[in-house]
């Protein structure tokens, strides 16, 4: 399907008109053909499937919706097939996954930037966004089962808190904030 966008191995497609009708077309001629050859093979109607292949090249798969999610507070995917979302009450199994390891790579390459350098030469994963948000993970060269990612979010910072109870001024709650947020450490004394 990305061969079919013009997009060789570790690129990322343009997400534009034109494109997403071609990987659309595609996408359900090579499902018709799959179907037609294994049709003890489980899948949605060509349009869903087609949908779910389409947000899996030009957006995050079936993370889309959990990456923009205020309640999500971690992500872990454990196969291409195994997800699991942690909303504070435990984690919970995605109905869907990944249709394939290098579906996963290219949702983290989408999420963390293309300069993000995880592949087979550079296997091992840990990387943090400025919002703080921390992924780690083991490329599929070192993963038996395709890769392994855990996408941690931090907390969200809520109204009030040390500056609202007159403990420190609003200057030194906003920089604390920013230290934390970039993964630094403080000691902090007060009297």
Not at 16 to 26: D, F, I, L, N
Not at 93 to 119: K, N
Not at 149 to 178: C, E, H, K, N
């Amino acid at each position: 399907l990305l061969s079919d966008l013009g997009v060789g191995p570790g690129q990322l497609p343009e997400d534009g008109e034109k494109q997403r009708k071609a990987a659309r077309v595609g996408a359900k001629r090579r499902l018709a053909v799959i179907t037609r050859n294994d049709p003890d093979l489980m899948l949605d109607d060509a349009a869903t499937e087609a949908e779910h292949l389409l947000a899996e090249v030009f957006a995050y798969g079936p993370l889309t919706e959990l990456l923009g999610a205020d309640d999500v507070r971690e992500i872990l995917i454990r196969s291409p097939q195994r997800v699991y979302v942690n909303r504070g009450s435990g984690r919970q199994r995605l109905e869907r996954g990944f249709s394939c390891p290098a579906a996963v790579t290219m949702a983290i390459h989408r999420f963390a930037g293309t300069h993000l350098q995880w592949d087979a030469a550079a296997p091992w994963l840990d990387h943090r966004m400025p919002d703080g948000t921390r992924l780690r993970g083991a490329d599929a060269s070192v993963a038996p089962e395709g890769p392994v990612v855990v996408i941690s979010r931090p907390p969200r910072a809520g109204g009030g808190g040390l500056s609202q109870i007159g403990a420190v001024s609003t200057v030194v709650a906003d920089y604390l904030r920013a230290v934390l947020s970039a993964g630094g450490s403080m000691l902090v004394c007060l009297d």
